[in-house]
C-alpha cells in the first residue's frame, strides 16, 4: 500500500523556521518525484517545491526561493522541506504527493502525482 505521511507542521513566528518531513512508503523511493503543495483557506492548492529523487534536481515556486530548501534521504525515505524566514502568507495546509519517473519542469497543479499524503498545518503568527 502506497503512503505518504508528512508531519512537522506547526506554530511559529514570522520570521521563524519549520521543517517539515514526508514519509513514503509503498514504493520503489528512488524512481519517483516528491512534490510538497499547500492550500490556505479560500485560496487554491499550489505546488511549494519538487525534487526528482534519482537526478536530486529541485524546484521551487519563486515565493519561496532562497527561504525552502527541499531535501531527500533515500536510506530513509523521507523528503523535507526546510523553511526559514516564513512570512504570514505561508501559512496553509502542506501536503506532500508523489509521481512516477522524473519530470523536466516543476509542476503546475499536481496532475502528474498520483498519491497524495494527509497535510499538515503551518501557522504563521505576526
Known amino acids: 500500500e502506497v503512503q505518504l505521511q508528512a508531519s512537522g507542521g506547526g506554530l511559529v513566528e514570522v520570521g521563524g523556521s519549520l521543517r517539515l518531513s514526508c514519509v513514503a512508503s509503498?514504493?520503489?523511493?528512488?524512481?519517483?518525484?516528491i512534490a510538497w503543495f499547500r492550500q490556505a483557506p479560500g485560496k487554491e492548492k499550489e505546488a511549494v517545491s519538487q525534487?526528482?529523487?534519482?537526478?536530486?534536481?529541485?524546484y521551487y515556486r519563486n515565493s519561496v526561493k532562497g527561504r525552502f530548501t527541499v531535501s531527500a534521504d533515500n536510506a530513509k525515505n523521507t523528503v523535507y522541506l526546510q523553511m526559514n524566514s516564513l512570512k504570514p502568507e505561508d501559512a496553509a495546509v502542506y501536503y506532500c504527493?508523489?509521481?512516477?519517473?522524473?519530470?523536466?519542469?516543476?509542476?503546475?497543479?499536481?496532475?502528474?502525482?498520483?498519491?497524495w499524503g494527509q497535510g499538515t498545518q503551518v501557522t504563521v503568527s505576526s
Open positions: 525534487i526528482d529523487i534519482n537526478g536530486g534536481k529541485t
Open positions: 504527493a508523489s509521481a512516477p519517473g522524473a519530470m523536466a519542469t516543476m509542476t503546475s497543479y499536481g496532475v502528474e502525482f498520483q498519491y
Open positions: 509503498g514504493f520503489t523511493f528512488d524512481n519517483y518525484v
